[in-house]
């Protein structure tokens, strides 16, 4: 989304320190975006207010990972 709308990794950090995140920098936005960090609930409420959406929004109900298909939505069964 933050493509989507023509923003720097640097405006959108600034957007959320604006907001109050203000342990918010590059290097952890990077890490997030590049999944090798985990967000937390707190980057998830930043994350969606500074882009305007709602936390729902943020998680897609088909997402596609190298060439694999998950449906995260979904409930998954339990194993026997």
């Not at 720097?8 to 975006?33: C, P, S, W, Y």
């Not at 959406?53 to 298909?69: A, M, T, W, Y």
């Amino acid at each position: 989304m933050r493509y989507q709308r023509g923003w720097t990794q640097e405006i959108f950090v600034a957007r959320m320190q604006f907001r109050g995140l203000l342990k918010m920098t590059r290097d952890i936005l990077a890490n997030l975006e590049c999944m090798r960090s985990v967000a937390h609930d707190i980057h998830v409420l930043y994350i969606a207010d500074a882009l305007g959406v709602s936390c729902q929004d943020l998680f897609p109900e088909i997402v596609q990972i190298n060439g694999k298909v998950f449906h995260p939505r979904q409930s998954r069964k339990k194993k026997r």
